[in-house]
């Protein structure tokens, strides 16, 4: 956290109170009950006004791509989108992406290969995004992930909205897989744009949700599965888990509560109210600190699992809860089992990434 954020985790980490206005950022939100008392009041708190995630997203991808959408309009495209991602099809369109690469590192692993799953992750991230845009499999490598995240990378709390030049690197970024996407869109439902096409989806929605799943779906991803390893491994978890399977379950969601991959949520106020004793006026801009949030309940303990009492509250809650939370739980639990193929695996070297928005490794080499 600190390596990506130096500034601002210090910051907010240093703040006691669990509601503070803090001068330049905006309302700051610590306390989970609170937090999920803004996500839940969609009438009061918007995620389209000054200092909400519009303000980065609409100008990139346009006004209607989910993540910066409210009201009926909404839920109308999450309800479309929802086929998408049902187990059956989440199932197939991570086994048909993922499943030779998973292989590939339960055997590395197991004959005892040095492995960084850092690189294995974000050549998974890849071939899932590919899947989503409807890219071709011989076009698919990790630079895709690069790429995204060089957009994310200009993200950060004190800096609200992208400046022209990075606006503009977005966009070409963007259109570019856009062109794919449109594409696979106009041919058969072979292609997850296809798909959506017969979802009834239109081809701007279509490219909007593209756009969306780009966006959120992978360096989330890519930050989980090198952390969750590193916590297991460090905590002697790892062997533990091999030998009772009946805590895997268990130990994600502890490992999503301890690590939140999405550290942050944005929302603007819309009407005039309090959250917890402090007085909110429309136009603040309100920052649930999740990952403060979480770690309230202490250290990684998949015993005790006192994540259960938090409802998933890593993947936000009411209306915009992650839409991708069955892909990337499939994601996490195909790559949890081959590490618990090799469970005395070590970290001989690993190293966190600078200048990023989602906290990640930068490299996490592991050996059996
Ligand atoms: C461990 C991985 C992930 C975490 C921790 C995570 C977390 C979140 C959170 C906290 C939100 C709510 C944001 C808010 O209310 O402001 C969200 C929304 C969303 N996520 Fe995820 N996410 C993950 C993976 C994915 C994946 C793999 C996809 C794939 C497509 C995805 C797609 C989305 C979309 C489309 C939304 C917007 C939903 C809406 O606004 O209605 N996420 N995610």
Redesign the pocket.
């Known amino acids: 956290m600190r390596a990506a954020h130096p500034l601002a985790y210090p910051l907010l980490s240093a703040v006691r109170r669990p509601v503070m206005r803090v001068p330049g950022l905006g309302v700051l939100v610590k306390d989970a009950a609170l937090l999920r008392g803004v996500?839940m009041n969609t009438s009061g708190f918007s995620?389209n006004g000054p200092g909400a995630?519009s303000d980065l997203w609409t100008p990139v991808l346009g006004p209607s791509v989910?993540?910066?959408?409210e009201g009926a309009d909404?839920l109308a495209?999450?309800r479309k989108?929802g086929p998408l991602?049902a187990p059956t099809f989440v199932d197939a369109l991570v086994r048909d992406s993922l499943g030779d690469a998973t292989r590939d590192l339960t055997e590395r692993l197991a004959a005892g290969e040095r492995v960084d799953l850092v690189a294995h992750a974000r050549r998974s991230a890849s071939a899932?995004i590919s899947r989503?845009v409807g890219l071709e499999d011989d076009v698919i490598d990790d630079e895709l992930f690069a790429r995204v995240s060089a957009i994310t990378g200009f993200v950060s709390l004190a800096r609200p909205r992208l400046t022209g030049p990075q606006l503009a690197v977005a966009r070409g970024i963007l259109s570019e897989l856009g062109e794919h996407a449109v594409r696979a869109y106009r041919g058969d439902e072979s292609t997850v744009p296809g798909r959506m096409r017969a979802l009834g989806l239109d081809e701007r929605e279509a490219l909007g949700?593209v756009g969306?799943?780009?966006l959120?779906?992978?360096e989330?991803?890519v930050?989980?599965l090198p952390r969750l390893a590193a916590i297991l491994i460090d905590s002697g978890w790892l062997p533990r888990l091999a030998r009772d399977r009946d805590l895997v379950e268990p130990a994600i969601a502890e490992g999503?509560r301890v690590t939140?991959?999405?550290p942050v949520?944005?929302?603007s106020t819309v009407h005039a109210d309090r959250i917890g004793g402090v007085a909110v006026r429309p136009g603040d801009r309100v920052i649930?600190a999740?990952f403060a949030a979480n770690r309230e309940l202490g250290e990684f303990d998949p015993a005790a699992n006192p994540a259960a009492q938090l409802k998933q509250?890593?993947?936000?809650?009411?209306?915009?809860?992650?839409?991708?939370?069955p892909?990337?739980m499939a994601?996490?639990r195909l790559t949890l089992d081959a590490l618990l193929a090799s469970p005395s695996l070590r970290i001989t070297s690993r190293r966190p990434a600078r200048g990023v928005l989602i906290p990640s490794y930068a490299s996490l080499v592991l050996e059996r």
């Not at 989910?66 to 959408?69: D, I, K, R, S």
């Not at 509250?313 to 939370?325: R, S």
């Open positions: 996500l995620k995630p989910l993540l910066n959408m909404h495209l999450r989108l991602f899932v989503l949700a969306a799943f780009v959120t779906g992978t989330t991803i930050s989980y999503l939140t991959p999405s949520m944005l929302r649930l999740t509250l890593w993947f936000g809650a009411g209306v915009h809860y992650c839409l991708g939370a892909l990337a994601q996490i």
